[in-house]
């Protein structure tokens, strides 16, 4: 590829325009953060004041997602169990979640059930912060929608690229553009400033082998991208399955009845995140004062 169009692509996903830009509330929380005397009541009291953002946010938490067997029913709650982190990230995934709805449902549904597959195998690895790796699931793709909306002739090129020549949107991506969506997520939520636990595995989904401090969240969410796909949910054009990463096989060292019950939880909880957008958006509408 010519190096000229390369250095162009990289400047334009790196100066994404098109996708939403973050509500100014991640300032302040993060700025309420880094100040010890702030209360997680403080902080739930600044959250609520945006009704939607609010409403989405105790959805997800009371969501299959995460699986808390009681419900939680105040944001203090929900930041306490979750941590800042999972929050500032849930905050993100929030101002996207209509966007990648109405840009790509079959991939919005892919990561929803991705974000299953992690919670599930993170709580049964005993991973500490499964709520992280499951947050960090639900956002693995968005370097795919960057790309989308930044490169559309491009995009129709890969799209044609993946039906004609039977092969995945992230070789033809990694042909045509010389990147691919991985490292352009990589890239986003590094701008978005999360923490290196969630950028590094989001970055190297596609390949474990590459993360240098995060190889059992990022192999996680490897498996479960594969997964998931695996079992047709919400794959979307790109149909073709890639293959099992061996640094990531090891580091789970699943057994085939792992495999089997994990399988059958997944399957259980998918059925619960099925309309899970519009649930979310109808809850928002019945919050929003008249």
Same mark, same amino acid.
């Given at each position: 590829m010519d190096e000229?169009?390369?250095?162009?692509?990289?400047?334009?996903?790196?100066?994404?325009k098109n996708l939403p830009t973050l509500p100014g509330i991640i300032t302040k929380l993060t700025r309420m953060a880094e100040d010890p005397d702030t209360t997680?009541?403080?902080m739930g009291k600044?959250?609520?004041?945006?009704?939607?953002l609010a409403a989405k946010l105790l959805k997800l938490v009371n969501s299959a997602f995460y699986g808390f067997p009681q419900? +939680?029913? #105040?944001? =203090?709650?929900?930041?306490?169990?979750?941590?800042?982190? $999972?929050?500032?990230?849930? +905050?993100? #995934?929030? =101002?996207?979640?209509?966007?990648?709805?109405?840009?790509? $449902?079959?991939?919005w549904e892919h990561s929803l059930g991705c974000a299953v597959v992690c919670n599930v195998l993170a709580k049964r690895l005993n991973v500490s912060d499964p709520e992280e790796i499951s947050t960090a699931g639900l956002i693995h793709d968005i370097g795919k929608v960057a790309i989308k909306m930044e490169l559309k002739p491009e995009f129709e090129m890969l799209r044609q690229m993946i039906h004609e020549r039977e092969i995945s949107m992230l070789v033809a991506e990694q042909e045509l553009l010389g990147l691919d969506h991985a490292e352009v997520g990589g890239w986003l939520a590094k701008s978005w400033n999360l923490p290196p636990k969630l950028v590094e595995p989001i970055a190297c989904h596609h390949n474990p082998k590459e993360a240098k401090h995060e190889q059992l969240a990022t192999a996680i969410i490897h498996f479960s991208d594969i997964f998931i796909r695996g079992l047709g949910y919400g794959h979307g054009e790109d149909v073709w399955v890639p293959p099992l990463s061996k640094t990531?096989?090891?580091?789970?060292?699943?057994?085939?009845?792992?495999?089997d019950e994990i399988l059958e939880e997944v399957e259980e909880k998918l059925w619960?995140?099925?309309?899970?957008?519009?649930?979310?958006?109808?809850?928002?509408?019945?919050?929003?004062?008249s």
């Open positions: 000229t169009k390369r250095l162009q692509f990289r400047k334009a996903l790196r100066e994404v997680t009541d403080q600044v959250i609520s004041k945006d009704h939607i419900k +939680i029913s #105040s944001l =203090s709650s929900a930041i306490i169990l979750l941590g800042f982190n $999972v929050i500032k990230s849930l +905050i993100i #995934s929030s =101002s996207i979640f209509e966007f990648m709805e109405s840009q790509d $449902v079959e991939l990531a096989w090891e580091l789970l060292n699943l057994s085939p009845e792992a495999l619960d995140v099925k309309g899970f957008s519009l649930d979310i958006q109808s809850e928002a509408e019945r919050i929003v004062p």
